[in-house]
């Protein structure tokens, strides 16, 4: 189960890449944001924590990362599943970028039933302004 929001920008995807790699940068763009930490590279396999306002810490983990072109971070939630926080950057043939978040909850041993909507609701509900508020960085000042 899977909800994606996907917008348009003038930035280029050099512009946006270096928003999502340096994980301090994601204050800029990322609103409910009160704590992020990676113990490594941004590479695939390297865990992290993040806070969000008003929700308790979660561990996760960099299952995905083609530089300039996807990074896919993935939080366990115990007895419940997985979700995954994609985020893909792609240029179409007019030189824009296209930047997608999706998110995605894999329940664990069970298929997804109708009641998982209002709990991926909840989380999705911030990925749209997020990308708009990464376009604004981006386009804003060249050197961020």
């Known amino acids: 189960m899977k909800y994606s929001f996907e917008q348009k920008t003038n930035a ?21 944001l009160e704590e992020i930490s990676l113990e490594g590279l941004f590479e695939a396999n390297t865990k992290g924590s993040m806070t969000l306002t008003n929700m308790p ?7 995905k990362v083609i530089p300039e072109e996807v990074f896919i ?11 995954n926080f994609i985020h893909e950057l792609s240029e179409t043939n007019h030189k824009e970028t296209v930047i997608r978040h999706s998110v995605e ?3 664990l041993n069970r298929e997804p039933k109708a009641n998982d909507l209002k ?3 909840k989380i999705f509900e911030n990925i749209p302004a997020s990308v708009f508020s990464l ?3 981006a386009t804003s000042d060249p050197k961020i």
Not at 17 to 29: C, G, H, I, S
């Open 12 to 32: 280029s995807i050099t512009d946006v890449w270096p928003l999502y790699e340096n994980v301090n940068k994601w204050f800029t763009w990322e609103n409910d």
């Open 57 to 63: 810490p979660m561990s996760f983990e960099l299952v």
């Open 73 to 83: 971070d993935k939080t366990t939630i115990p007895n419940m599943g997985d979700i």
């Open 105 to 107: 909850f894999v329940p």
């Open 119 to 121: 709990f991926l609701s």
């Open 135 to 137: 376009i604004e960085v």
